[in-house]
């Protein structure tokens, strides 16, 4: 089975279904998103839909009650397409233990999420997930998926690494294989059994072939969508990727044994 591994909700949905079949995708880990830059044609409208992020962050726009509205518009898409979509959850960082542990029974659990996740997080804020991890641990160790590419610089990544061999048994990815870090990141991965990294966004094709060869049982296939496209990423491994099995490990096998989809 072809799965592409994350993936943002788009409008309609309709619409990334064709392009799951056109590209020979059969499932897809959905994740929510705040803003759909998909439905722009302008860089005017662009930049309008993307302040809707900065105002989250500037405080301007409640950032509970949008996440909340964006896990609610992908659980309702996973529900509609249940064969073709499931999905990582969206979880606030900075919380304390049991008020962590409340909203991912509340918007995980009960939603019925495969893992955590997107997180992005500022640089020299990576130790504020350990709450997240210690969560996660308790419930089934849920894997945790983490935006690593910028802000993040490798002391960020490092410490990323730190919080997975401190909590081995929960799965970690490691997103857009470390930015311009790569190299560091295949080297770290090595060492570290419960690490596993995502394909997208990747900072040049050598840094695709490289990881491959050196992490084949840890690479996930994935295109970031609506940021990146399924028939380029998938294209590029293609092209990076002569090894027929390894080809399907990092295609979907991977990604299939860690959800157990």
């Given amino acids: 089975m072809i799965i592409d591994s994350h993936a943002h909700v788009i409008l309609p949905v309709e619409k990334h279904i064709e392009l799951m079949d056109e590209a020979g995708i059969e499932k897809t880990i959905l994740f929510s998103t705040s803003m759909h830059p998909e439905i722009t044609k302008t860089l005017d409208e662009f930049e309008k839909e993307l302040n809707k992020l900065y105002e989250i962050i500037s405080g301007k726009r409640n950032p509970i009650e949008t996440r909340i509205a964006s896990i609610k518009e992908q659980s309702e898409i996973i529900n509609k397409y249940p064969s073709r979509f499931c999905g990582f959850g969206s979880v606030p960082v900075g919380l304390d233990y049991e008020k962590t542990a409340s ?17 992005s997080v500022s640089t020299g804020q990576v130790k504020s997930l350990e709450t ?7 419930f089934s160790n849920l894997p945790v998926w983490i935006h690593a590419f910028w802000p993040l610089d490798l002391n960020d990544i490092k410490e990323i690494f730190n919080l997975a061999k401190k909590y081995p048994d929960v799965p970690v990815i490691i997103g857009h294989l470390g930015g311009v870090n790569w190299l560091e990141v295949i080297k770290m991965a090595k060492e570290t059994k419960n690490i596993y990294i995502d394909l ?4 040049t094709t050598v840094a695709l072939g490289m990881t491959i060869k050196e992490l084949p049982e840890k690479c996930l296939f994935s295109a970031d969508i609506p940021y990146g496209d399924l028939m380029v990423s998938k294209f590029s491994i293609e092209r990076v990727c002569k090894d027929k099995a390894v080809l399907e490990q990092v295609m979907g096998g991977n990604v299939e044994k860690l959800l157990n989809l």
């Fill in 132 to 138: 997240v991890f210690k969560v996660s641990h308790d």
């Fill in 200 to 203: 997208s966004a990747f900072y």
């Fill in 103 to 119: 909203w991912i029974e509340e918007y995980i659990v009960k939603n019925k999420f495969i893992g955590l996740g997107e997180f």
